[in-house]
Structure formats: structure tokens, C-alpha cells
């Protein structure tokens, strides 16, 4: 995915098998990027989702959390985490579990903001319903997003 700094320059954070979501930047409108490097959203292969909270400027993250804050299983999509950035990514407050079963799969998540909501969608399953074949939707009041 792709955020819009407040500087002007845009991010982009890709899934990799490397233990970490990785990074890229442009100061151009996307016309050329920096190298991937790793960032700070430690994850499994498994995306994540950012965007900017309106109503305070700061970054929002979703994503499976996997930098040791929750103890679950190594290499799964789980657990469904929350985490806000308030240096524009540099750093993120500690994760607070959305979804947290240990045999869960969740993924895919889309973000939007409704008055002082956030509503997200994702994808959720386990191997017992088949994998990824149910549609989760959250809807977030205001202050679960205030975390320090």
C-alpha cells in the first residue's frame, strides 16, 4: 500500500518473507522510489494496512503483529492488530489485538473513517471453515485510537 506523508513525499510498505514489512519512498508523486529497505511492522508474509487517522493527523496500522509484543504461533496470520504512529511511521505505539485466536487467519484489511469511526473489513477464517472465506467488519469508536 501507499500513504501520504505530511511532508509531501509518499510510502510504500510492501508483505515480504522477511520477518518485517518492508519500505520504499518518493519525493516525486511516485515517479521513482528510494531502495526497499526493512521497516518496523514485523509480520509474517502477510499485508498490512495504513492509513491517516483524520481527525488527529496521525498514522493508523493494521497488520499481523508479529515483533513479540503478543505471544502466538511464528508464521501465521494472526494475531489482527492496531497500532498508531504519531512521527509518520518512524515509530508505533505498543499493538492492541483485534482478533487474537491462535488458529485464525486474518488479512487483507481495508480502512476508512466514518464521522468518529473507524471501520475496517477483512478477510478471516481457519482451517476448520476452509480458510479465508468469511468477511469481518469492525467498527472502531474514536478513542480506541488515543494510545500512547
Known amino acids: 500500500g501507499i500513504v501520504e506523508l ?18 520504499r519512498f518518493s519525493s516525486d508523486q511516485g515517479e521513482s522510489w528510494t ?6 511492522l514485523a509480520s ?3 499485508p498490512a494496512t495504513i492509513e491517516r487517522i483524520p481527525w488527529s493527523g496521525d ?6 503483529d508479529h ?15 492496531l497500532a498508531v504512529s504519531k512521527d509518520e511511521g518512524k515509530t508505533w505505539s505498543k499493538s ?21 469511526r473507524l471501520i475496517l473489513s477483512y478477510c478471516a477464517g481457519d482451517k476448520e471453515v ?10 472502531l469508536p474514536r478513542e480506541w485510537l488515543e494510545m500512547e
Open 67 to 81: 515483533s513479540g509484543w503478543h505471544n502466538y504461533p511464528p508464521g501465521k496470520r494472526t494475531p489482527h492488530c
Open 130 to 139: 476452509g480458510g479465508l472465506n468469511r468477511l469481518k467488519v469492525l467498527a
Open 96 to 116: 492492541r489485538v483485534l482478533e487474537g485466536d491462535p488458529d485464525g487467519w486474518y488479512c487483507y484489511t481495508s480502512m476508512t473513517f466514518a464521522d468518529d
Open 59 to 64: 498514522l493508523v496500522a493494521v497488520w499481523n
Open 6 to 23: 505530511k511532508d509531501g513525499r509518499l510510502m510504500m510498505y510492501i508483505r515480504t518473507n522477511g520477518g518485517t514489512q518492508y519500505v
Open 35 to 40: 531502495k526497499y529497505e526493512p521497516g518496523n
Open 44 to 46: 509474517p508474509l502477510s
